[in-house]
């Protein structure tokens, strides 16, 4: 076969030329990137060894070895891993684009860090701001012959078919005049202990060593010596003393992708009926695609040491997602599948014990560093929350978890369930709540009129799942009541007056009633109004409005659900409505309408008839106006 002459994707291109003519700091990472593609063309192997263990019998001496020629000016990275196949060089190092690559440079652009680069993907090309010619020679697993793979990054780069004797992968760098310091072994050294000391498997190096001469005493001879550079010790293994909170947060953003530093470390070891470490990670931010159906959940699963996957979602509840970090079992089987993972005694165990210990540490958290607590809390409460829906188990737990705004917190404060219930109001039976979109629109909401002027709370729940999450909800025996649906009577009048005011407004709710047949479902004296003429509520079992209002801007199809309109018997204008309506007065009708449309605004509508509406508002702008002037 001819050397064959390819063409870099073009997305790669413009990478590669970002990263030679752009980046001038923080370019010792290119050796963290390669020697983490080299410890997983490891894992690989390893992991086909113990599934297919005819393809590879060398097991037992895994190592990664990095040898600097100082005369020929390269530094080379080869492991003993899976090894590709020429198949695999072309798409892997030039013809895909993955799909981080357009978003790792538009990161770059923005905050000019290429320490992000290993999370999108595009890590090897990283090799290219130290190097101006790399060249990778491998073999695969899969493959009996050798493939070498060359580039100066101009554009193109060559294949072709070589001899080499070991499966696996050397990447050589050409290391460029202005950076040769690479080909130091203190440097190299030292970069592998900042970066890659967790690495498991041996990190080696050729290292000239003067000893004393056997033969010749006083003597100094030169030897040449492989030395072991990381302590390769994996890093949940250690005692926590020996690991310092560099190396912690190092391996956190290894496994997480993340770049931030995490806001806590979950480190301990189990003992008893199932046997495992776990060293779990909370983030300080949350992860922008945590919404998402494609969001992998879970924490990686070792078993004794070994890698077996990626994100093993199966050791703890979905809304614990944002937790990431390793879990290393001695008890599962090696050959573990998803099927066995769903059934195993000992995965319900560790996730149980997993559960318990984040949930715990969150506690502890909130009880010992609120403010710490609250910074977790604005970034993830949104999806902690979740576990009230689902954790049936321990709802009660996660509810403690929760914090809130309510009517009498101010917008900075908030307060808890637990607080919440202890300073109810004598009789009270219900934990009162609202949805809003915004803390503000909250605050101003006329259905809470009633509950402000008798100095009961209410919670403010401002996220759009907050009522499908709490509607249903009991806090230590108390139900939750959205002060927006069903019927509300604070005042408990009693049954004569209720009568008598029923009598008053009998004809204005008759009126309205067949004047809004088709938008509402019905007309009623109000319990929860003070200064507001009239509110829109929702029946008891309803959907919440700021609910439906997403899921209808998600397309999706949400039967129509009439409202009640509710009036407030002792609103000036309500009663003038009503007299004038028991007087017959045909121009009330129009008011009528208008109170509708407020009513459906103050909602977070548009109103029915944007524009009579509008036309509506200045004509009696315009009689005010000229009243006053002629009064
Ligand atoms: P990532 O490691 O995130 O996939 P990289 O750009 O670092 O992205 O590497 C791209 C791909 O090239 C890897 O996914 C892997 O398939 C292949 N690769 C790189 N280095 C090696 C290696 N030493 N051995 C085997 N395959 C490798
Ligand atoms: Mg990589």
Sequence with gaps: MPVENL????????????????????K???LRELLSNASDAIDKARYESLVNSEAITDTGDWKIKITADKDAKTLTISDNGIGMTKEEVISELGTIAHSGTLEFMRTLKEKGDINLIGQFGVGFYSSFMVADKVTVVTKSVKSETAVKWESEAKGTFTVDDIEKETRGTDVILHIKDDDKQYLNHWEVSSIVRKYSDYIE???VMDVEREEDSALDKGKKVKLIKEETLNSQKAIWLKDKAEITEEQYNEFYKHVSHDFADPLSVIHF??????????LLYIPSQVPMDIFYEQFKIGPVLYVKRVQIMDHCEELLPKYLRFIKGVIDSSDLPLNVS???????????????NVTKKVLDTLSDMKLKDLEKYKKFYKELGKVLKEGVHFDFQRREAVADLLLFRSTKTGKEGYTTFKEYVEQMREGQEEIYYITAASYEEALQSPHLESFNDKGYEVLMMLDEVDDIIFGYFEYKGKRMKSVIKGSVDLDKKDEQEKKEEGHKYEKLIARITSRLKDDIKEVRLSGRLKQSPCCLVSDEGAIDPAMERMLRSMGKEVPKNLRILELNPSHPLIEALGAAIEKDDQG????????????????????????????????LMLESLNLKKSS
């Design 7 to 26: 063409e870099f994707k073009t997305e790669i291109n413009q990478l590669l030329n970002l990263m030679i003519h752009s980046l001038y700091s923080h």
């Design 28 to 30: 010792e990472i290119f």
């Design 338 to 352: 998803r099927e066995i993972l769903q059934n195993n005694p000992h995965v319900s165990v560790i996730n149980k």
């Design 269 to 278: 070891k189990a003992e008893g009926t199932s046997e495992f470490t776990a």
């Design 588 to 619: 009330a009708d129009e008011s009528l309408d208008m109170l509708y449309e407020q009513a459906l605004m103050i909602d977070g509508n548009k109103p029915k008839d944007p524009a009579a509406f509008a036309k509506k508002i200045s004509e």
């Design 201 to 203: 498997y041996p990190i």
